[in-house]
C-alpha cells in the first residue's frame, strides 16, 4: 500500500511538468502578452519604447524557455510570483479565492447526491415502468442543457421572477450559493442518475438477489444492504471525479454567478494574459486530479478488499 501510494505521489512530478510547460507554451502562442492586454484595456495610446519597457520589467522580453525556467525555479523556492496585473503576489491571492470556490463544491456535490442516488436507485427498482421512463427523460433533458443555460434559465425564474435569490452573487452567503450550486448539481445529476441505475440494475440481476429473494428476505433489506453497498465503487468513482472538476472551479457558472472563486480568478487571468496567475491554477488542476484519483482508488479496497492496489495482494 505505502509503495503504491509513494509510486502514484511521485507521478505527480513529471505530470506538472509537462502541463505547466505545454499551458506556458499554448499562452504564448494566443499573439500578445499582459502588456499589450492591459494597454488595450485602457484605451491609452503608448509609444513601442513604452511598451518594450514594460515587457522588460516583467522578463517578457527574454526568449520562452528562459521564462518558463526562471518561473520554475522561482516555484522550487516557493515563489510563485507575482501577477503581471494586480501587481499583488500569486499564492495569497489564489489561497484567498479557495474558501467561496470549496462551499460551492461542498453545496454542489450535496446536491448532486441527494438527487442522483436516490433517482437513480428508484428509476433501477422500477425499470420499465412509467417512474424509470420519467426519470430518464428528465436525465435526458438535463443532460442536453449546458451549464450556461440552466444558470440563466435559473436566474430569470428564482432570480427575478420570483426574487428568491440574488441575481449577482455580491457576498458569500448559503443564499447567495444556492442558485450555482443548482446549475452545477442539476448538470451532474441528469449524468450520473442514468449511471447509477445501470450499475443498480446490474447487480438487480445478479444471483445473490434472487437466492435472498427465494429465502424471503425482504427486498428492502438485499437492496440497502447488498445491492447499494456493491454499487458503491461505481458511484463514489463518479462523485470523486466530479469533486476533482468542481474544486477547479466552474469558469462558466462562477462567471455568470459573479461568484469570486478560482474558476472565475482563471477566466479573469487567461483573459488579461495573467501568466503567473494561470500556472498557479494548472498546478492546482494537475495535484487536485492526481490527488482525487489517488483517494479514489485507495477507497477501493475499503469498499471491496479483492481490488489489487498496483499488483499488491489484498
Not at 7 to 29: A, D, E, Y
Not at 216 to 245: C, E
Not at 283 to 308: E, G, K, Q
Amino acid at each position: 500500500m505505502k509503495k503504491y501510494v509513494i509510486r502514484r505521489l511521485l507521478q505527480l512530478i513529471p505530470i506538472l511538468l509537462v502541463i505547466t510547460f505545454l499551458s506556458f507554451g499554448m499562452m504564448r502562442l494566443a499573439g500578445s502578452d499582459a502588456v499589450l492586454q492591459k494597454m488595450e484595456n485602457t484605451g491609452m495610446v503608448v509609444s513601442q519604447e513604452v511598451i518594450d519597457k514594460a515587457r522588460a520589467e516583467l522578463g517578457l522580453d527574454k526568449p520562452f524557455l528562459t521564462q518558463y525556467f526562471v518561473w520554475l525555479g522561482n516555484l522550487l523556492r516557493g515563489d510563485m510570483g507575482t501577477s503581471y496585473i494586480s501587481g499583488q503576489e500569486v499564492f495569497p491571492t489564489f489561497i484567498s479565492k479557495l474558501p467561496v470556490t470549496l462551499l460551492l463544491t461542498l453545496a454542489s456535490i450535496l446536491l448532486t447526491i441527494v438527487i442522483s442516488i436516490p433517482l437513480g436507485v428508484l428509476a433501477a427498482v422500477k425499470q420499465n415502468r412509467v417512474t424509470d421512463y420519467l426519470i430518464r427523460f428528465c436525465s435526458f433533458l438535463g443532460n442536453s442543457m449546458p451549464n450556461f443555460f440552466v444558470a440563466l434559465l435559473l436566474m430569470y425564474f428564482f432570480a427575478i421572477r420570483l426574487k428568491l435569490f440574488p441575481v449577482i452573487a455580491s457576498e458569500v452567503t448559503l443564499q447567495n450559493v444556492a442558485l450555482p450550486a443548482f446549475t452545477l448539481a442539476i448538470a451532474m445529476s441528469a449524468k450520473y442518475l442514468r449511471q447509477v441505475r445501470a450499475t443498480v440494475l446490474d447487480e438487480l440481476n445478479k444471483e445473490y438477489v434472487t437466492g435472498a429473494k427465494a429465502r424471503g428476505v425482504r427486498f428492502s433489506v438485499t437492496l440497502f444492504g447488498s445491492v447499494l453497498r456493491a454499487s458503491l465503487v461505481t458511484i463514489i468513482t463518479l462523485l470523486t471525479l466530479s469533486i476533482g472538476s468542481l474544486l477547479g472551479g466552474t469558469a462558466i457558472v462562477e462567471s455568470i454567478f459573479l461568484w469570486d472563486g478560482v474558476g472565475k480568478l482563471a477566466v479573469d487571468a487567461i483573459n488579461m494574459r495573467d501568466y503567473p496567475m494561470i500556472q498557479a491554477y494548472v498546478m492546482w488542476m494537475a495535484i487536485i486530479y492526481v490527488c482525487v484519483n489517488l483517494i479514489t482508488d485507495l477507497s477501493y479496497r475499503v469498499l471491496d478488499p479483492r481490488i489489487r492496489l498496483g499488483g499488491e495482494e489484498t
